[in-house]
């Protein structure tokens, strides 16, 4: 078992574990925001049940924020392992010619998704736990869908959200498939799953991004 | 053709190395790489200057001993080949070569373009091997049925020679696709199956102890590897270490 804790392998297989947990909670957290666009109402009610139920604020969400922590933690420290394995770097490196852009700067792609998640958590979730426990507002079931289209109102935060949605593509187009690599599932079914990735990939970014649009272009007026 | 080349030239594993500029004339599309490189060495000999230091054996592409990353590649621009088996003639009058030893932690610069690559040995040393009873009642290999699928898998990731290109290429400079070759072709017969917990765990612990970077599955080993060994070999070593690690 002591092998499982310190090995290369075992590093990565937490890698893809922990990322396929955030991938879930990445489809759970795109249907609920898309309630926002077609059911305010629902995305009220949906919302509020996320904020105050106890088995997801005291189990899933603490559950989430050490699947993010792990996650980023163990991929800066096998970044800074895998730099220390090439002491003397190259001085011409073709790396197009065998490998795509993309898995080979998921550092990159997965920094600027950390950055985007510390301010997003800053926009809502700093602001949700000051409304529940520091100023000990009341329960409001309806307050939510106005809250996050103000959010959207100015350009430079729905941009900066657009920007990250777009690098987070780049980092599930790699991210997603490998992480079944990493665990060692790898057959026949694997290139549909490639494709899959790619759909997703693509598929939820851009309806993320659609959705801050449309926040963005259709302020609540009243 | 003329070349115009940039050779990573070191004294030794003590010396800092730097990139030197040659200019070599009446280089042939026949020639191979090596050859190439024992004509530049035959102009320096007469030129009175110290030779460029390079490995090589076989010259047939099933030693494993040249290496050479080329304009940025292990084994240069082509597919499935070593660096003795890449021709001039993929290459163009006027062109500029670049030309760099193996780099990898694991992988220290002996001279010029030869690296160490005696961690693969140690790996290889730590499980690569079946242990068969040679007392005189030893079983015809042929005489077990093997499945024909695992069969062909085991050889195709038998046909690893070792070169280090994997490591060359990937950005990492990891050597899974290395070590998954040599679990593989073991893991993948009955003769094997019987240390397969150890083997595993032993070699895995000293690649890492090696040195060498994690997998992040980007693919460029199986692209560069001259005997095309499959990423699913890395798999089928993830899927046997974590069942050793269960074990053990």
């Known amino acids: 078992m002591s092998a499982l804790i310190s090995s290369s392998i075992a590093r990565k297989v937490v890698m893809a574990l922990s990322g396929l947990f955030l991938v879930l909670f990445l489809a759970q957290h795109f249907t609920i925001n898309l309630t926002s666009v077609i059911a305010p109402d629902t995305f009220n009610e949906w919302s509020h ?28 420290y096998l970044e800074l392992q895998n730099n220390k394995a090439r002491a003397v770097k190259y001085s011409k490196f073709s790396g197009n010619a065998n490998s795509p852009w993309v898995s080979r700067n998921m550092i990159l792609s997965g920094m600027v998704v950390l950055a985007f998640i510390i301010l997003h958590m800053y926009d809502f979730w700093v602001h949700e736990m000051a409304y529940k426990y520091v100023e000990a507002s009341p329960e409001d079931p309806t307050r939510y869908y106005a809250e996050t ?32 690599q990493s665990i060692g599932w790898n057959n026949k079914y694997s290139a549909g799953l490639k494709t899959f990735t790619k759909i997703f ?17 259709n302020p609540i007026t009243h | 053709m003329k070349l115009y080349l940039k050779i990573w030239r070191q004294k030794d594993a003590d010396s800092k190395g730097q990139m030197v500029d040659y200019e070599l004339n009446g280089v042939e599309g026949d020639m191979s790489f090596l050859e190439m490189l024992d004509v530049l060495n035959e102009k320096l000999i007469n030129e009175d200057k110290e030779p460029v230091e390079f490995d090589h054996d076989c010259r047939e592409g099933i030693c494993g001993a040249c ?46 373009l030869i690296v160490d690559r005696s ?65 593989s072709q073991f893991a993948l017969l009955p003769q094997g199956r019987v240390e397969a917990t150890e083997r595993v765990l032993n070699m895995v612990r000293q690649m890492d102890l090696e040195g060498f970077g994690n997998c992040t599955n980007t693919g460029a080993c199986e692209v560069e590897c001259p005997k095309g060994i499959s990423l699913e070999n890395i798999a089928r070593m993830n899927r046997e270490y974590l069942q050793a690690s269960m074990k053990g």
Request: contains cysteine; neutral net charge.
């Open chain 1, 49 to 76: 049940f996320m904020g105050y139920n106890p088995l997801v604020q005291f189990l899933l969400q603490p559950i989430l924020i050490a699947g993010i922590v792990v996650h980023f933690a163990m991929g800066i």
């Open chain 1, 149 to 180: 289209v103000e959010k959207f109102g100015p350009l430079w935060r729905t941009l900066i959200y657009i920007v990250a949605f777009v690098l987070l593509a780049l980092h599930l187009w790699h991210g997603f498939a490998s992480s079944f």
């Open chain 1, 201 to 217: 990939a693509v598929a939820i970014p851009l309806g993320f991004v659609f959705i801050a649009l449309y926040h963005h272009l």
């Open chain 2, 67 to 112: 290496s050479l990353m080329i304009n940025g590649e292990p084994h240069g621009p082509d597919r499935l080949v070593t660096t003795c088996q890449l021709h001039m003639r993929k290459f163009k009058d006027g062109d500029t070569i670049v030309i760099e030893p193996f780099r990898a932690t694991a992988f220290p610069v002996i001279k010029d």
């Open chain 2, 119 to 183: 961690s693969f040995d140690r790996i290889q040393q730590a499980g690569g091997y079946i242990s068969v009873n040679t007392s005189g009642n030893t079983v015809d290999a042929n005489a077990i049925p093997i499945e024909k699928e695992n069969a062909d898998d085991s050889f195709y990731a038998a046909a690893c020679i070792g070169c280090g290109a994997c490591v060359a290429a990937c950005k990492n400079a990891s050597a899974m696709l290395f070590t998954s070759a040599k679990v």
